[in-house]
């Protein structure tokens, strides 16, 4: 029982240990995502682009691993005032912010992220939801959810060939109805 207690708290303290070094990660606040539209309707085949806006769009970082406690161990001198790890480099460089596609029905509706304009394009009839994910270094990241609805196209063409058999039938019925008058 005692060697189980021991083995218990080797174990948590050991978890703890490992823990630490990742809460130390330098965090310089959340990246933000906006995006006005929340709800999308298109048909299949169509593709429409909605924008959306990062803040911030870059940021000047070195290019060390950007942890306070860094696991290159280059001691007291790892971090400049900034905060950033010179580990790999001592000159800033900028560091986009990017936007992924983190959830989606791929079987629904297709999405591509470029330059603050998000490309939905519908692919088959459905709704679903689609996570627009900004990333950028070192930030908490955020995220929008747009609902998606993709209209069968086909449900149009459905109606206009049903009427036009209709009208058809309707014109070979008048004829048909027309000889017989005029037989008899
Ligand atoms: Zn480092
Ligand atoms: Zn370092």
Redesign the pocket.
């Known amino acids: 029982m005692k060697k189980t207690c021991f083995a218990f708290i080797t174990i948590l303290l050991l978890l703890t240990a490992f823990s630490l070094p990742a809460a130390a990660y330098i965090n310089r606040g959340t990246v933000q995502i906006h995006c006005d539209t929340t709800a999308l309707t298109l048909a299949v085949g169509q593709t429409v682009q909605v924008p959306y806006s990062v803040d911030p769009a870059e940021s000047l970082q070195t290019q ?4 306070a406690d ?3 161990g ?1 001691g007291a001198n ?1 971090l400049s005032r900034e905060g950033n ?1 010179v ?2 480099d001592t000159v800033p460089v900028p560091f986009y912010t990017e936007v992924l596609v983190k959830k989606i029905d791929e079987r629904i509706v297709s999405v591509s992220c470029d330059n603050g304009i998000a490309t939905f394009q519908g692919l088959a009839p459905g709704s679903c939801t689609v996570n627009l994910a900004a990333r950028l270094r070192e930030f908490t990241g955020s995220s929008v959810d747009i609902a998606v609805t993709v209209e069968g196209a086909g449900t149009a063409n459905v109606w206009w060939i049903a009427g036009i058999c209709l009208l058809l039938a309707l014109i070979l019925l008048t004829g048909l109805r027309l000889r017989k008058r005029v037989r008899g």
Do not use: H, N, Q, R
């Not at 060390?64 to 942890?67: E, F, L, N």
């Open positions: 060390g691993c950007g942890m860094c696991p290159d280059c790892c790890c580990c790999v």
